[in-house]
């Protein structure tokens, strides 16, 4: 069965430190890894893709990096806009996107 | 601006009752998404659409329907066979060989129960 697995559920930095985060997938037929961010009552916003392990991404404060069968993403200097549901989602050649339940990161400033 | 535009933000439903979301998209993308979110958890695919008059069930498709008459839309139908439609529902849009590309989110319609 496809599958995406977050942890941690959730996130409660400082303003100024660093966010960790992770996923893990299991999905046939891979092709990339996304990441998107969701505001709460709003869409998720693509933030990145990632498409063979060892492959890493810098996009302004947002690093990423893509493992075998995982991903990490790391926030630096994280601020109070930064807060928001993490969304990993593996891509298929099927034509399909697996999510998983994602991280909500909450800065406490 | 180009982008995805989904109406009513909010919706209500009265028991045995039909509604109709719906989508559309300025993007020029061929490949069109219909997502269901329920609290705390991740999306799941309802309906996909890679080209017009065309379209193909996704994980959870029972007791929904759609059309992809056109390519800038792509309505999405909660019938009374879903018994359970509380949800947030999301509409996504991509270019082409969509696997491989990134997917524009509407702002989403939360529909519920009455």
């Known amino acids: 069965e496809n599958q995406v697995e977050h942890s941690p559920h959730f996130l409660g930095p400082q303003q100024g430190d660093v966010a960790s985060m992770s996923c893990t997938y299991s999905v046939s037929r891979f092709n990339n890894l996304q990441w998107y961010r969701q505001n709460t009552g709003m869409g998720p916003k693509h933030l990145l893709s990632?498409?063979?392990a060892g492959y890493e991404k810098q996009k302004g404060r947002l690093n990423a990096t893509l493992l075998k069968n995982g991903s990490s993403l790391y926030i630096t200097a994280v601020q109070p806009e930064d807060s928001a549901t993490y969304f990993c989602a593996a891509s298929s050649n099927t034509g399909k996107l697996i999510f998983g339940q994602g991280t909500t990161l909450q800065v406490k400033p | 601006d180009g982008g995805i535009t989904q109406s009513p933000k909010y919706l209500f439903r009265k028991e045995g009752q039909n509604v109709t979301l719906s989508c559309e998209q300025n993007?020029?993308?061929?490949?069109m998404y219909w997502y269901r979110q329920d609290p705390g958890q991740g999306l799941r695919l309802i309906y996909y659409s890679q080209i017009v008059n065309d379209f193909q069930k996704g994980d959870i498709a029972e007791g929904y329907s759609v059309s992809r008459e056109k390519k800038e839309s792509f309505p999405l139908t909660v019938t009374s066979a879903q018994k359970n439609p509380t949800a947030f529902y999301l509409c996504a849009s991509s270019m082409r060989g969509g696997y491989n590309q990134p997917q524009h989110f509407g702002d989403g319609t939360r529909l519920s129960i009455l």
């Open positions: 993007l020029n993308h061929d490949a």
């Open positions: 990632m498409y063979s």
